[in-house]
C-alpha cells in the first residue's frame, strides 16, 4: 500500500477487525461419560473444547460461553434428544455447525433435522477418529467462511450507510454544529470504534466547536493534548497507533491509559488545502486496517470536508 496520504508510525499497527481466538470453541455433548472424555480428548489440540452431558446443561453451557463454532452430540440421551437439542440452538446461533453422532436407526428425526437445517452431518456409532476428526475440521472451516462472508456483508453494509449518510449531510447543508454529531456517530459505527470526535480547526488551531460519539454516551476530548493530532495537524496526512502501551512516542500520556484507549486513528479533515478539522477514532482493543477500508477512509474525509465547507457556507452571516 503506496498511498501518499497515509503516515503509519514505524511499527505496523493493524486498525479495524477484531483479532480472532488461536482456537475456535466447540461443544461436545453425551450422556455417557466414557464418550463425552473420548471427544475432548480427540479435539482437545485443534479446538478449544467445551462438554456436557445432557442436553439441557449443554444449553447452560453455550447461556454461558455464547456461541461456538461446532456442536457434537449424541443422539440418544435421556430428557431430551440430539436433534431436540440441536433445534433449539437454532434461533440463538444460526452460524454453528452442528453434528449428530448416532448408534441406532433413527431416520425419520435425522432426516427431518437435517432437512430443516439444524444438523449438518450425522456419524453412526462407533466412530472412527480420524473421520469424525475430518469432518469436524471441514465443519469448522465452512463456520469460518460463513462467520468471513456474513463480516463482509455487514462491513459492505455500513460502509454504504456511511456514504449515504455523509451524502445525506452534504446535500442538507445544515447549520455546522448539527452536521458534526452525525458525522461522528456515522464513523464510529462503521469502523466498530469505541468513540469518535470531530473537531474543528481554524488557523491550524482546534477550536470548541465538535461533535462526538460513544457507545458509552461520553466521551472525554483531549485532542489538544495529543501528539498524534498535532502531527495530523502538521503533516495533513493520517495519524495512527496502535500498540499504544509500547509506543515511545505516547509514553507517558495519562489520557489514553486513563481512557483505556489501546488504538487511535487521527483522519484530518481538509478541502482545497486548508484543514477544515480533524476526526479521531479510538478503540479500546487491537484491530486491523485493510486497504479497501484505508480507501473508504480517505473517500469518507473527502466528503466530511465537502459537508463541513457546505454548511459552513449556508451559516447565516451576523
Avoid at 45 to 53: G, H, N, P
Avoid at 76 to 103: A, W
Avoid at 238 to 261: A, F, W
Avoid at 303 to 311: G, K
Wanted: with cysteine.
Amino acid at each position: 500500500m503506496n498511498n501518499p496520504n497515509l503516515e503509519f508510525n514505524k511499527a505496523p499497527r493493524p486498525l479495524m477487525t477484531l483479532e480472532r481466538p488461536k482456537k475456535l470453541k466447540i461443544l461436545v455433548v453425551d450422556d455417557e461419560p466414557d464418550n463425552l472424555d473420548l471427544l475432548y480428548r480427540t479435539f482437545r489440540r485443534d479446538f478449544q473444547v467445551l462438554k456436557a452431558d445432557s442436553g439441557i446443561n449443554a444449553l447452560e453451557v453455550l447461556a454461558a460461553e455464547g456461541e461456538v463454532a461446532v456442536i457434537i452430540s449424541d443422539q440418544r440421551m435421556p430428557e431430551m434428544k440430539g436433534t431436540e437439542f440441536l433445534s433449539k440452538t437454532v434461533p440463538q446461533f444460526p452460524d454453528t455447525v452442528r453434528i449428530i453422532l448416532t448408534g441406532f436407526t433413527d431416520i425419520e428425526d435425522l432426516v427431518e433435522a437435517i432437512n430443516a437445517g439444524q444438523v449438518y452431518k450425522y456419524i453412526t456409532k462407533p466412530w472412527d477418529p480420524g473421520e469424525l476428526k475430518a469432518v469436524v475440521q471441514r465443519a469448522a472451516e465452512t463456520y469460518d467462511l460463513l462467520k468471513q462472508r456474513t463480516e463482509e456483508l455487514r462491513r459492505a453494509h455500513a460502509q454504504m450507510e456511511l456514504l449515504n449518510v455523509l451524502v445525506d449531510l452534504t446535500q442538507a447543508a445544515s447549520s455546522l454544529e448539527e452536521t458534526l454529531a452525525p458525522i461522528a456517530k456515522a464513523f464510529s459505527e462503521t469502523f466498530a470504534a469505541d468513540g469518535c470526535i470531530l473537531q474543528l480547526i481554524e488557523g491550524n488551531a482546534l477550536v470548541a466547536t465538535q461533535g462526538t460519539y460513544s457507545e458509552t454516551g461520553t466521551i472525554e476530548n483531549w485532542l489538544a493534548q495529543d501528539p498524534l493530532t498535532q502531527d495530523a495537524i502538521a503533516t495533513e496526512k493520517i495519524q495512527i497507533s496502535l500498540n499504544i502501551p509500547k509506543d515511545s512516542k505516547l509514553d507517558g500520556i495519562n489520557h489514553y491509559s486513563n481512557n483505556g484507549v489501546q488504538a487511535h486513528l487521527i483522519i484530518p479533515i481538509s478541502y482545497r488545502s486548508e484543514i477544515l478539522g480533524v476526526l479521531s477514532l479510538q478503540w479500546k482493543q487491537p484491530c486491523t486496517l485493510r486497504e479497501d477500508e484505508i480507501k473508504l477512509i480517505h473517500l469518507s474525509a473527502e466528503l466530511v470536508a465537502i459537508a463541513l465547507t457546505s454548511s459552513r457556507n449556508h451559516q447565516p452571516t451576523v
